[in-house]
C-alpha cells in the first residue's frame, strides 16, 4: 500500500520534470545556427533556418557536432544543378542509420539555398545539397538554410571535373572533394 502511494506522489513530479526538460529543448530549437563548412576547395558559411525548419536544423546540427560529416565528401556534383554531400559511404546510398519526416517549409530552390536530399517522402537522414543555380525542383526536399559566405567555394566544387557514378551519371568528382570539417556557430 505505501508503495503505491509513493508511485502516486513520484508519477506527477516526474511527469512535470519531463514536460519541462522537453520544453527547454523546444526552446533550444528556436536557437540561431551558424555552419562552417570547412572542404578541401574553400569554406562555405550557411545560416541555418531552425524556426522554420527546426527538426532538420536539430539533425544536421546534432550531426555536425558529433563529427559525422567530416571527412565526408561531396559525392554529386552537377554544374549549374547543385553539389551534395553527407553521405559516410560517399555513393549516394549511406545514412546516419535512421530517417526522420519533412517538415514544412517556404523557399525557393535557388542559388545557395541548402537541402536534404532524400529517397522519397520521409526519408531524411544526413544527406544534404546546396544549390549551384537556381533550378525548377519540385518541392519533395527539406530547405533549411542558405549560403551566407563561400559561394565562390560552391563554384569551385560544382565545376569540379567528374566522372560517371555507378548509374552512369557524370556527376562523381575525379578528384574527391572533402568536407573535412563542419563547425557549429550558435547565437
Not at 109 to 115: C, L
Amino acid at each position: 500500500m505505501k508503495k503505491a502511494t509513493v508511485l502516486l506522489i513520484l508519477f506527477p513530479v516526474i511527469l512535470i520534470a519531463l514536460i519541462y526538460l522537453f520544453s527547454e529543448k523546444k526552446e533550444d530549437k528556436m536557437e540561431t545556427y551558424t555552419a562552417v563548412l570547412k572542404t578541401s576547395l574553400g569554406e562555405i558559411t550557411l545560416e541555418l533556418n531552425a524556426k522554420q525548419t527546426p527538426i532538420t536544423v536539430n539533425n544536421f546540427v546534432s550531426l555536425a557536432n558529433k563529427g559525422f560529416y567530416n571527412n565526408t565528401v561531396f559525392h554529386r556534383v552537377i554544374a549549374g544543378f547543385m553539389i551534395q554531400g553527407g553521405d559516410p559511404n560517399g555513393d549516394g546510398t549511406g545514412g546516419p542509420g535512421y530517417k526522420f519526416d519533412d517538415e514544412p517549409f517556404t523557399g525557393e530552390y535557388t542559388r545557395g539555398t541548402i537541402a536534404m536530399a532524400n529517397a522519397g517522402p520521409n526519408t531524411n537522414g544526413s544527406q544534404f545539397f546546396i544549390m549551384h543555380a537556381d533550378y525548377p525542383l519540385p518541392k519533395n526536399y527539406v530547405i533549411f538554410g542558405k549560403v551566407i559566405s563561400g559561394i565562390e567555394a560552391v563554384d569551385k566544387i560544382a565545376e569540379a571535373p567528374v566522372s560517371p557514378n555507378t548509374s552512369g551519371e557524370m556527376s562523381k568528382p575525379v578528384t574527391p572533394v572533402k568536407i573535412e570539417s563542419v563547425e557549429i556557430i550558435e547565437k
